[in-house]
DNA sequence: GTCTATAAGATGATAGAC
DNA sequence: GTCTATCATCTTATAGAC
């Protein structure tokens, strides 16, 4: 890979996560990766395909970490544990938010829609792999079918990030909710036969 | 309210739904309104302030709808009903979108922030007393405050909005799998004396 | 209040020197 | 591969005629 191409790379993904998609443009990303404006188009072709390029990158590496993190967890208390470290690494590191400026700058246009979608089904996957081995002896299986459920989970999580930049108290009360939303389910899985006999059997009207 | 002010207001709303935040200037929106692009500074002094105006606006009016709606909602099952009904007819309004745009935008723009913190108030505001009423005796009440959940709520319709944009058939995937969720705390709701108790005592000690 | 004209700057993209 | 210089086009915003 060619190091002025790496560069630009990275430079685009900081500009996404720290300025918005409102910012990118061929200067303001040269100007982060230290090279000349011409060299976006030079290498890229146009602003946009570079946006994809950089784009698709970030979500490979973001997913392949959640993939090693997630290897070891069959219990929702530990994926619940984890979840929360995860989500404030990746915060930090400002995934998220790129995924939530990508998405919304993906609406007026079908190129990076594209990205974003490749982006949104490398997270899911991983997700749902995670849900599938912990929810799979709760008795609520059935209505929470694990590929649904990561959906909702990664769509979540672009909802509470964009949240979060405008209101942090906020977002972090509804992310304590839903936590405890999640330790619910557990408990459910954690049920005595009786209840959980009763559960299943109502459970079973819905799917 | 002068007639070309209210253009301007309502075309900024539209080209923010249709063609997102990257879209906006002066002369899109006044182009749309049919007016001339020195008026948006006339009137407005500057793009953001007429985008602040047009975004509040439009939550007032959005929450409005909503109050009306949940008015007399005091179960979870008419209220999923309720909320499948509203969710697709805001969709096809276009609301959301405009929000998620709004909310995205707003991460570079600390006025912005201001105009998105407040439409996310008073959405919640409304969901939260509905989410009150519905969930007062339900033996999950003590783990899902009403405040949490309904920020939560309006977080997550962000994410699906933006996820609908990139992936209609995910996003439907995960709003019917929240469905099926939001009707398993009615089931635990309606869980006979026995199953409720066992429920409850563990639930106690999450709280 | 509304228009035209225009300033002053940013943008995507290209041509051509090195 | 990288640079400078340049283009046409877009942007916000203002001044001034009507």
């Given at each position: 890979m060619n190091p002025t191409k790496a560069k630009l790379l990275t430079a685009t993904a900081q500009v996404l996560r720290e300025?918005?998609?409102?910012?990118?443009s061929a200067r303001t990303i040269a100007t982060r990766a230290g090279v000349n404006q011409a060299l976006v188009f030079y290498h890229f072709g146009t602003v946009a395909e570079l946006v994809d390029a950089a784009t698709r990158q970030a979500a490979d590496e973001s997913a392949d970490r959640y993939r090693e993190a997630f290897a070891g967890v069959t219990s929702v208390g530990a994926l619940l544990a984890l979840g929360r470290e995860l989500h404030e690494r990746e915060r930090a590191a400002g995934n998220v938010a790129m995924m939530a400026q990508l998405m919304s700058g993906a609406q007026g246009s079908p190129e990076l829609a594209a990205a974003a979608r490749y982006a949104m089904d490398r997270w899911t996957r991983e997700i749902e792999a995670v849900l599938g081995r912990v929810l799979a002896?709760?008795?609520l299986a059935g209505v929470l079918d694990p590929a649904g459920l990561a959906r909702a989970v990664s769509a979540g999580f672009l909802g509470l990030e964009l949240y979060e930049g405008v209101d942090p108290a906020g977002a972090e009360q509804a992310l304590a909710t839903l936590e405890r939303l999640a330790v619910a389910v557990d408990v459910v899985g954690d049920l005595g036969p009786v209840a959980r006999r009763a559960l299943r059997s109502r459970v079973k009207n819905l799917a």
């Open positions: 300025d918005g998609f409102a910012a990118l002896d709760n008795p």
